[in-house]
C-alpha cells in the first residue's frame, strides 16, 4: 500500500551527459516517466523473460533508437501537426518534430559510449526497432543476454534470444536490431 503523497521515483546520473535523471512513476499512464528528452530515454523493467531469475537483470534501461523508429515516430507527428488547429499546439508539435529529428544517427553515435556502459552491467540498454519491435540487452554476472520481442503478438513472443560470454556478441545484436528494418525488410 502507497501512502499519501509517497511518489515513486528512481534517481540516477545518465551515463551520457552526466546530468542527474530522475524517473517518476505516473499512475495514470500506469509507467515510469522522465523528462530528459534531450538526451537519452530510460525505461523501467520489472519483468525479466522468464527464463530468468527476476534478480539476475538491471532496472533501468538506457534507449537507442533506430533512425527508422525516429522517422517512423516523426510521421506520426506530422501527421498530427496537419491535423491540429490549435497553433500554440501546432507549434509544440513542431518543435518535438524538429528535437527527433536531430536525434537520427545519435544511437550509431553513442554505441560505442553505451557499450561501455553495458558492460559496467549499471544500465541494459533497450533498442527500439520500430513498428512494435524492441529488443533488451544487460550484463547479469560475466555474460550478455538480451531479447527482441514484437509488441503485436498477445504474449510477447520472442523473435530472438541472446546469451553470450563476450560484449562483441551482445553488440552485434544490438547493431542488428538498430538495423532491423534496413536490411531488405518489407515495410508495411
Not at 515516430?73 to 491540429?84: C, P, S, Y
Not at 497553433?87 to 544517427?105: A, I, P
Not at 529488443?135 to 520472442?158: C, D, I, M, N
Amino acid at each position: 500500500m502507497v501512502q499519501v503523497g509517497f511518489e515513486p521515483k528512481l534517481a540516477f546520473i545518465c551515463p551520457l551527459c552526466n546530468k542527474e535523471v530522475e524517473l517518476v512513476f505516473d499512475r495514470s499512464k500506469g509507467e515510469w516517466v522522465s523528462d530528459h528528452a534531450g538526451c537519452l530515454n530510460f525505461s523501467v523493467i520489472r519483468r525479466m523473460p522468464r527464463w530468468l531469475d527476476p534478480a539476475e537483470g538491471p532496472l533501468v534501461f538506457a534507449g537507442l533508437e533506430s533512425n527508422f523508429s525516429v522517422r517512423e515516430t516523426v510521421e506520426g507527428l506530422r501527421a498530427l501537426v496537419k491535423e491540429e488547429s490549435d497553433q500554440s499546439k501546432r507549434q509544440k508539435l513542431e518543435t518535438g518534430v524538429r528535437r527527433l529529428e536531430s536525434k537520427l544517427g545519435s544511437a550509431e553515435k553513442n554505441l560505442p559510449h553505451l557499450m561501455d556502459v553495458l558492460k559496467s552491467g549499471a544500465f541494459g540498454l533497450k533498442v527500439v526497432s520500430g513498428k512494435g519491435i524492441s529488443a533488451l540487452v544487460w550484463k547479469s554476472g560475466e555474460r550478455y543476454f538480451g531479447v527482441a520481442e514484437s509488441e503485436g503478438f498477445p504474449l510477447k513472443q520472442h523473435d530472438a534470444v541472446l546469451a553470450a560470454d563476450g560484449v562483441e556478441e551482445a553488440e552485434k545484436f544490438i547493431s542488428y536490431w538498430l538495423r532491423y528494418w534496413e536490411q531488405g525488410r518489407i515495410i508495411v
